[in-house]
């Protein structure tokens, strides 16, 4: 990540979209792209669920910087006009399970990896505020036999007791949400 953006290799670059799209060298995936009055460029590391973000302001000084892991974002930096860090938000605060953690869960127990990108296709975290008061990691992992199928674990975030599980196929109108499927299984206990 730089604490520049280069506004006029962007602009040489761009597509219709305001989207520049490219690899690095070791298959890292940079995508730029240009919103309302700022840039921001994420870096999907080759093989890899986790994602470099940065936030540039008008002028392509660095504002933001931080890593995702999936659509879970881990940590921020907040940065001033000089370059100066002013703070680190740091976002696994209400997960006593970490995702090393998670990781010997799943793998343990359904043969998945979830740093591997092929097999997981998606993996998210909340809190439930209004039911359990708990913190959830969401995954949510493509059939290995049947790729049209896939599957979805609720993991409490802090014990790692998988709470609840479900499938699904790709498309299809009738796949379940597997929160209100679990939220079932509560009342009928």
């Known amino acids: 990540m730089n604490n520049k953006f280069d506004i006029i290799e962007f602009n040489q670059h761009k597509d219709r979209f305001n989207n520049w799209e490219f690899f690095l060298s070791d298959g890292s995936k940079v995508r730029r792209f240009k919103a ?11 093989d890899s669920p986790y994602i470099k973000i940065s936030a540039y302001n008008k002028n392509g000084v660095l504002l933001q910087k931080g890593t995702k892991f999936y659509d879970i974002k881990l940590d921020m930096e907040d940065y001033d006009l000089q370059g100066n860090m002013l703070k680190k938000t740091t976002y696994d605060a209400p997960y006593k399970l970490t995702i090393e953690e998670l990781r010997k869960i799943i793998q343990d127990n359904f043969n998945i990896d979830i740093m591997n990108t092929k097999q997981v296709f998606a993996l998210n975290r909340f809190e439930d505020k209004k039911v359990t008061n708990l ?50 299984t509560r009342k009928t206990k």
């Open 36 to 46: 309302a009055d700022y840039y921001l460029e994420h870096i999907k590391l080759s």
């Open 135 to 184: 913190p959830y990691y969401l995954v949510r992992y493509i059939d290995q036999q049947e790729n049209q199928k896939f599957h979805y674990i609720l993991v409490n975030g802090n014990t790692g007791e998988i709470v609840h599980t479900i499938d699904g196929y790709f498309m299809s109108e009738e796949n379940k949400d597997i929160w209100q499927e679990y939220l079932k």
